[in-house]
């Protein structure tokens, strides 16, 4: 089993993405298994069960929602980043954000 943090920077800014709502969900249906909002480092230090059972999830991301409230115009509604999770490993996922592209990356 696994576990899971994520983290969103805003690279239009310079700075953590304060705000974003996060949501965690099995690659496979719409079950709901986590959700947090990124804290003023950008942050979601822990997000879904204490422990992932091994498998493929999607955490989704309202970049939407984000810009709305930053004011600013932005082409992705949302940003959705499938992963695969193995056994007993801690998983971080980042995410590097601006209004028209978004990039991923395994962090440790």
């Avoid at 204490?50 to 600013?72: I, K, M, S, V």
Wanted: hydrophobic residues 40%.
């Amino acid at each position: 089993m696994g576990t899971l943090s994520t983290h969103v920077l805003d690279t239009s800014r310079g700075a953590p993405a304060e705000g974003v709502a996060v949501q965690l969900l099995p690659l496979a249906s719409s079950e709901l298994l986590g959700e947090g909002v990124t804290n003023a480092d950008g942050r979601v230090p822990a997000i879904g069960p204490e422990r992932l059972e091994p498998g493929d999830y999607r955490l989704r991301f309202d970049t939407g929602g984000y810009f709305a409230a930053t004011g600013a115009e932005a082409f992705y509604p949302e940003v959705v980043v499938a992963f695969s999770v193995a056994e007993g490993q801690h998983y971080h996922v980042p995410l590097l954000l601006n209004p028209f592209g978004y990039s991923t990356y395994r962090g440790s």
